[in-house]
């Protein structure tokens, strides 16, 4: 199988985006892998710090072992990863790729860090692909707003400092904040198209990611692809469906795990479905 970083490029020069979504459960993964499979394209999935924890980062790494010897097309992530010691675990557990968040930190210290956790990272694994963040996103990943949300400017990623931090760090992705937020608002932010445009320019090959995809104009995605983005993260839109789903399917007289999640899975798999076709991403394991 290809390596992450070979369908990044190749979403980069065919104008798709790679689709990102994150799991917590084994049904999740589930929906993930057949509706990649179904479509023929190429999926990641990501966990958290907190997901990472609730599932195990070993049985994670076995149960994407298995998909991916059945032929899934598929890359487990380890998702805004605050520190480079859990990069470091991460990466000793074999995940395919790591993000490391350092937008909570100073400039200095996220280039130092993002930089090592790159250097350990390529001499465990030199397919591995590496995901370093410049900005600060103001809300919480996976909440849901009950209020208009509007970024400030002064938070959005500067296009030459993603030139500098990407030529001395050695980043294969760089998360960029560019209009979107982590949850869901009453309000849709809008991309900032121009500046998606100004810093793929300056980053070359890198890959550019769009965090908080959930809530983005359907519009502002096709622009955005267009503009350079070719990897994009849905969480909030996949989890609503799991509980509004998993609501409907609960029944008192019910009790057999199995055939109450059935119609679950099958729900977050025609969403995933939908999101693989609009990215552009089906049909792209040829």
């Avoid at 993964?29 to 966990?47: D, F, R, T, W, Y």
């Avoid at 296009?159 to 760090?169: C, H």
């Avoid at 409907?248 to 995933?272: G, H, Q, T």
Wanted: charged share 30%.
């Amino acid at each position: 199988m290809q390596s992450l970083n070979y369908y990044l490029q190749k979403a980069k020069s065919e104008y798709f985006a790679v689709p990102h979504f994150n799991v917590s459960n084994l049904e999740m993964i589930k929906a993930i892998v057949e509706a990649s499979q179904e479509l023929n394209a190429p999926v990641m999935i990501g966990m958290s710090e907190s997901e990472r924890e609730f599932i195990g980062l070993n049985q994670a790494k076995s149960i994407i072992k298995c998909y991916k010897e059945k032929g899934a097309v598929i890359f487990l992530n380890a998702d805004h990863s605050k520190s480079f010691d859990s990069c470091k675990n991460a990466i000793d557990a074999g995940f395919d790729s790591i993000h490391f968040d350092g937008s909570h930190l100073s400039l200095k210290e996220n280039f130092e860090i993002t930089k090592k956790v790159v250097l350990y990272g390529k001499k465990k694994n030199v397919d591995i692909s590496i995901e370093g963040e410049l900005g600060c996103m103001p809300t919480e990943s996976s909440k849901i707003y009950n209020k208009e949300i509007k970024i400030d400017k002064k938070y959005f990623t500067k296009p030459e400092e993603a030139r500098e931090f990407t030529e001395n760090t050695g980043i294969d992705r760089l998360a960029s904040v560019i209009g979107s937020i982590h949850g869901i608002a009453l309000n849709n932010p809008h991309l900032d198209i121009d500046l998606i445009k100004r810093i793929s320019l300056e980053v070359g090959d890198v890959s550019l990611v769009l965090h908080g995809g959930s809530g983005v104009l359907p519009s502002d995605i096709k622009n955005a692809i267009k503009a350079g983005i070719n990897n994009i993260h849905i969480s909030t839109e996949l989890r609503i469906i799991y509980k509004e789903s998993l609501d409907k399917s609960l029944d008192k007289d019910n009790i057999a795990p199995y055939s109450i999640m059935e119609p679950v899975i099958k729900d977050m798999k025609e969403f995933i479905k939908e999101k693989i076709k609009f990215f552009e991403a089906k049909n792209k394991c040829k």
